[in-house]
């Protein structure tokens, strides 16, 4: 009986020192890290930018360069080109030379698709990325260089808030090509408000939470997706906040 207890011990610590090792332990661990964070991007990731991209060469390279000019917030840059046919993919792909290895590899991201709208672009790109805190931006505006670090920090200091937008400036040309540069102070969060007309900048700071709970941006015509998205928010208890400050150029095209 004590040498088949024996026996069963040594069977039972072979397979402990087999399955349960702690270098075992350790690639277990690393598996789960590989499964919940796919891409193996650092967990300091604050915000996310993403820029869906169609018909934009003329303005991508800019837009690109505003969302890579943020300043002590630790973030990254989701690119999603929507089926382009002009040269907006030689563009970003000529941007993207440019850049040192280490902003490239860890700070932005590319991907090409099939035509399927800016809601899918946008759904996608926020898709592939585990921030907290999502911007899309299209790709013919641009954001100041604080954008990100006063926004979310509304956001960090009200865990109820779904939504910070800033002032914003719009510049570009008028319908009969005349310079434009207009400074538009936005309302400040009124839901009530919201339902009779939209007063949101396109371009935003919010949290992932929210796009996971109204099921994200949806394909709308003419575009109102971002319209929709909000008073979704709005609807199931997400407000929003306005941050002062022109922190958003919204680029009007003649």
Known sequence: VYAGRYEYGAAARAHVLQHFSGERMLQRLLE???????RGRPPSVKCAIVIPVYNKAD??????????????????????????TDQSVTV????????TPA????????????????????????????????????????????????????????????????????FGHNDDDTVLDARIQCNEYDFKLLLQRNFIPCCNLFRREVWERTGGYKDINPSWEDY???????????????VPGFLFNYRKLS
Request: proline share 3%; charged share 20%.
């Open 32 to 38: 789960v890290y590989e499964m919940t964070n796919p």
């Open 59 to 84: 303005y991508i390279a800019e837009t690109l360069q505003s969302a890579l000019s943020q300043e002590q917030v630790p973030y990254e840059v989701i690119i999603v080109d929507d089926g382009s």
């Open 92 to 99: 970003i792909q000529q941007a993207l030379q440019q850049l």
């Open 103 to 170: 902003v490239n590899c860890k700070r932005v991201r590319f991907y090409t698709r099939q035509n399927a709208g800016v809601a899918a672009a946008r759904n996608f790109g926020i898709s592939q990325t585990r921030a907290p805190y999502i911007c899309c931006l299209d790709a013919d505006d641009t954001i100041e260089s604080q954008f990100l670090l006063r926004l979310s920090a509304a956001l960090d200091a009200d865990p109820e808030l779904g939504i910070a937008y800033s002032d914003m400036r719009v």
């Open 228 to 242: 929709e998205f909000w008073l979704h928010a709005g609807k199931i208890g997400w407000y929003g906040r306005r």
